[in-house]
Nanobody, 127 residues
Framework: EVQLVESGGGLVQAGGSLRLSCAAS????????IGWFRQAPGKEREGVSC????????YYADSVKGRFTISSDNAKNTVYLQMNSLKPEDTAVYYC????????????????????WGQGTQVTVSS
């Protein structure tokens, strides 16, 4: 059974930090990239970041570059999203998802390309 389990969300003040984790199981981790998406109330789901388990390539949305860092521990089949300098506009439900890493490129930001999804974790940034 494929599982993606997010953790680490919570309430933080603006300027603070959180680290999200995504623990994956039930598929060949090295063949996939793991992406983070977020969805705020009334808004579309947007791609935040992605990392390829095979070659370590990373991708970021412009809105989080320089503030968020994605990393992967392949031995633990876990991907992390370190979020620093958080802003109220970062408030959303954050989801991790898995996509086959072959030919990833611009596909990383397309939610419909992803095969598996986690249940989401709430991140709330207060001003």
């Amino acid at each position: 059974e494929v599982q993606l389990v997010e953790s680490g969300g919570g309430l933080v003040q603006a300027g603070g930090s959180l680290r999200l984790s995504c623990a994956a199981s039930g598929f060949t981790f090295d063949d996939y990239a793991i992406g983070w998406f977020r969805q705020a109330p009334g808004k579309e789901r947007e791609g935040v970041s992605c990392i390829s388990s095979s070659d370590g390539s990373t991708y970021y949305a412009d809105s989080v570059k320089g503030r968020f860092t994605i990393s992967s521990d392949n031995a633990k089949n876990t991907v992390y999203l370190q979020m620093n300098s958080l802003k109220p506009e970062d408030t959303a439900v954050y989801y991790c998802a898995a996509i086959e890493s072959y030919g990833l490129g611009p596909r990383w930001g397309r939610s419909y390309e992803y095969d598996y999804w986690g249940q989401g974790t709430q991140v709330t940034v207060s001003s």
